[in-house]
């Protein structure tokens, strides 16, 4: 009797199991979608841990030539958009059909949680609002000074390196740029890596970017099976490294006079999360010290990297391909001539249509 209550309730599962792969199998075939056959366990993640994602989404960019794909998270459908237009919908006309994220830590992780890329309603909705107002034209166009500053800042570590004997890292030192530009644009500190080869806030880009198997599993985790972040306590930034930004950000704060100090006009992505305090305060909300930190983490993870590594590829490409380099450079030698003694700010550069051209070619 005991076996063949077993074998039924084997024969149960088997069949849910079946009936379950066969709608999941089918999601995007029924629907018209272009897309490659899911893995029966891993759906089309077959190539975690040994694939950068980035190069697995743009071979099947390649292989289709579509507007979007249809693709799996383990057994859950998701869509890869490749129009410009269908995303811009997405992320704007139609943002409201699309708040929430698959992504996600967990409690054990407040840091990962709480930033706006892996948060939720109602609090994405908060952040979004609160947030759009730090990057204006009129915000982003006031840290020219900075921009300026610290490139001037580049090109004397690039001649200071060139008289070495070893060549030259040019991720590194791309790093350390946009590290400075970061550190003192967002958090008010001053970072000098390119003078000195480190500072506290590129140790922080520094750990940010260490991967070993633990940090990918984690990140495997978060973005793909969001259940197991809490069994083995994964997290989204490495916990020590959480620590040192801690005290960084608790250090500005007390310089600038604490929470309670009414900010007027806010300078910085700093001065933004004490607006964002003072204004929840006001409203009878409540915005943890959690909450603010990792919005100027995942700020300064998304930046520092992103940004350094486009730079390091384009001055790459420039170098391999001397015609380009030759145009361009003569496109800034005639705007140079028409400005005068003026830097090369956003405002200014945005006439050198080339650059745009090098940059997303």
């Known amino acids: 009797m005991i076996l063949q209550l077993l074998l039924l309730v084997v024969f149960f599962v088997c ?11 089918n999601y995007w075939l029924k629907r018209g979608v272009p897309h490659y056959p899911p893995h029966p366990i891993l759906g089309s993640l077959t190539f975690l841990q ?6 697995w989404m743009r071979q099947l960019y390649k292989d289709f030539n579509a507007p979007y794909v249809g693709m799996w998270q383990f057994w859950r459908p998701a869509l890869v958009v490749n129009s410009p237009e269908i995303a811009r919908r997405v992320l704007v006309k139609d943002a409201d059909f699309f708040r929430n994220r698959f992504l996600s830590s967990g409690k054990s992780d407040p840091i990962g949680a709480l930033n706006i890329f892996t948060a939720n309603d109602p609090l994405w909705s908060s952040l979004r609002r609160r ?16 921009t300026i500053s610290k490139s001037k800042a580049f090109v004397e ?3 200071v390196d060139s008289k070495k004997d070893d060549p030259i890292d040019l991720r590194t030192i791309c790093t350390d740029y946009t590290t400075d530009v970061i550190g003192e644009a967002a958090f008010g ?11 506290i806030m590129r140790k922080v880009t520094r750990e940010f970017m260490s991967f070993d198997l633990h940090r990918g599993l984690s990140w495997s985790s978060i973005f793909f099976f969001p259940e197991l972040v809490d069994i083995f306590r994964f997290s989204f930034f490495p916990k020590d490294t959480i620590k040192l930004l801690r005290k960084i950000f608790r250090t500005v704060i007390e310089q600038r006079g ?10 910085d992505l700093l001065d933004a999360l004490l607006k964002i305090k003072q204004e929840a305060v006001r409203d009878n909300e409540d915005i943890s010290e959690d909450l603010l930190l990792a919005q100027a983490a995942v700020f300064l993870l998304g930046g520092f990297d992103t940004s ?10 420039l170098a391999w391909n001397p015609q380009c380099q030759e145009r361009l450079y003569q496109q800034v030698l005639d705007l140079k001539r028409k400005i005068g003694d003026r830097g090369f700010d956003s405002t200014v550069l945005s006439d ?7 940059i997303k070619g």
């Open 189 to 199: 500190v001053s970072s000098n890596c390119l003078a000195e080869g480190d500072s």
């Open 258 to 267: 604490g929470y309670e100090k009414e900010v007027k006009d806010a300078r």
């Open 131 to 146: 947030l759009t107002a730090v990057f204006t034209a009129a915000k982003l166009r006031s840290l020219n000074g900075i």
């Open 308 to 317: 350094g590594t486009t730079l390091c590829w384009v001055v790459y490409e």
């Open 352 to 358: 050198v249509g080339y650059i745009d051209c090098v």
């Open 50 to 55: 040994r694939e950068n994602p980035s190069v």
């Open 15 to 25: 069949a849910w199991l079946y009936l379950k792969w066969s709608r999941v199998k």
């Open 157 to 159: 570590r690039i001649a």
